[in-house]
């Protein structure tokens, strides 16, 4: 059972460290990737009120919405397409510090200033993306790039 989170203060960094072994109890024993991934998205809006934070996942030729925490999204994105659709093709993540710097961007919300995204890797293959946008310009950095990933390592995929 859930228990409610520790929310901290203190450096961005001291709060993805004492997030991190919450959000890895949150997923243990339980193997249901929609609820890991929904439990994610409360964990990472609850400690850092990031303007929206989601999910989408593979599904064909597209990226479908997936669980997140925020206002309405795009449900559906081609590969290639905006900052989620680049990330699924390069495998890579990417910080955007100014959407409107970024060719192609996808505006879910006007009010999006700056995300990042992470591909979710499964068997060599990118499974999904997590997205995290801020209303911020320069939202993110490597410290979120490096502790959201540890955070999308924690997801087992094995009831694929
Ligand atoms: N901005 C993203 C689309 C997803 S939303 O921001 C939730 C993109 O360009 O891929």
Redesign the pocket.
Known sequence: MAEDLNITKGSKEEQYINLLPQISGLLDGETDLVANLANITGALKEQFGFF?V?F?LVKGEE?V?GP?Q?PV??TR?KKG???????WEKAETII?PD?EQ?P??????SL?KS?I?LPLIHLKNVVG?L?V?SEELNGFDHVDAKYLQEIIDLVNYTND
């Open positions: 929206w989601g989408y990226l919405l997140f925020g999204a795009c994105i397409r905006g900052v989620c659709g680049t990330s955007v959407v970024f192609g961007h996808i505006a879910c919300s999006s995300e995204v993306i997205d946008d």
